[in-house]
């Protein structure tokens, strides 16, 4: 694989081009070498592939990204306790779907969780799998994000008011809307913002 292409494959997977040094790193080899490699875009050798795979834990050859769907199963109505670390299993999605279709340029921040219980149908329903960017976190704007309040895990809308106040908001009409105030004894982490609902369709 040449220079130029493995940098390209690099960005796709991992979200950004390595810097040669981190190159000379991960091989063991000069700058100088390195560089003149980037000049002639010179063929990197199996092992050298192998190398740089291992340390960013990708599959150059591979068609798919492996994201992780870990098994929390964060709840749409009540909270979901989780007492012990979460199993986690690799999920294969093919890179094409996630670059073309999704348009998401950084694959290494997707995770996947199941959805549970019945607070945010019609758009998201019970066992639905969700896809989840973990780097997305900011919901001034609003949106579907997996949260924790109190350590419980959930599934649920945010809006934030000017006023400082926290709207948490289920879809389901039946359940109604949760306001936190800005000094609310309250502690929420936000995980990561709903970027698709896979149990409908790519």
Same mark, same amino acid.
């Given at each position: 694989?040449?220079?130029?292409? +493995? +940098?390209?494959?690099?960005?796709?997977?991992?979200?950004?081009? #390595?810097?040669?040094?981190?190159?000379?790193?991960?091989?063991?080899?000069?700058?100088?070498?390195? $560089?003149?490699?980037?000049?002639?875009?010179? =063929?990197?050798? =199996?092992? =050298?592939?192998?190398?740089?795979?291992?340390?960013?834990?990708? *599959?150059?050859?591979?068609?798919? @990204? &492996?994201? &992780?769907?870990?098994?929390?199963?964060?709840?749409?109505?009540?909270?979901?306790?989780?007492?012990?670390?979460? *199993?986690?299993?690799?999920?294969?999605?093919?890179?094409?779907?996630?670059? !073309?279709? %999704?348009?998401?340029?950084? #694959?290494? *921040? +997707?995770? +996947?969780?199941?959805?549970?219980?019945?607070?945010? &149908?019609?758009?998201? =329903?019970?066992?639905?799998? /969700?896809?989840?960017?973990?780097?997305?976190? !900011?919901?001034?704007?609003?949106?579907?994000?997996? /949260?924790?309040?109190?350590?419980? %895990?959930?599934?649920?809308?945010?809006?934030?008011?000017?006023?400082? &106040? /926290?709207?948490?908001?289920? *879809?389901?009409?039946?359940?109604?809307?949760?306001?936190?105030?800005? !000094?609310?004894?309250?502690?929420? $982490?936000? @995980?990561?913002?709903?970027?698709?609902? /896979?149990?409908?369709?790519?």
């Amino acid at each position: 694989m040449k220079y130029s292409r +493995l +940098l390209n494959m690099l960005q796709s997977l991992i979200g950004y081009k #390595p810097k040669q040094t981190d190159l000379c790193e991960i091989l063991e080899i000069k700058k100088a070498a390195m $560089s003149a490699r980037a000049v002639r875009d010179s =063929e990197f050798t =199996e092992d =050298e592939i192998a190398l740089i795979e291992a340390h960013y834990g990708i *599959d150059l050859a591979s068609d798919c @990204v &492996e994201l &992780e769907y870990i098994q929390i199963n964060p709840s749409c109505g009540k909270g979901t306790v989780v007492l012990d670390d979460a *199993d986690v299993t690799p999920v294969k999605i093919g890179k094409e779907i996630i670059r !073309d279709i %999704w348009k998401i340029p950084h #694959p290494q *921040d +997707l995770k +996947l969780f199941k959805a549970s219980g019945d607070s945010m &149908e019609n758009i998201i =329903e019970d066992g639905n799998i /969700l896809l989840v960017d973990i780097s997305r976190k !900011d919901f001034n704007n609003g949106g579907i994000f997996v /949260l924790t309040i109190n350590n419980e %895990w959930y599934v649920k809308r945010l809006r934030l008011r000017v006023t400082g &106040e /926290l709207d948490i908001i289920s *879809d389901n009409a039946k359940y109604p809307m949760e306001t936190l105030k800005p !000094d609310s004894d309250v502690e929420i $982490s936000i @995980v990561g913002r709903v970027i698709k609902n /896979l149990s409908r369709g790519l």
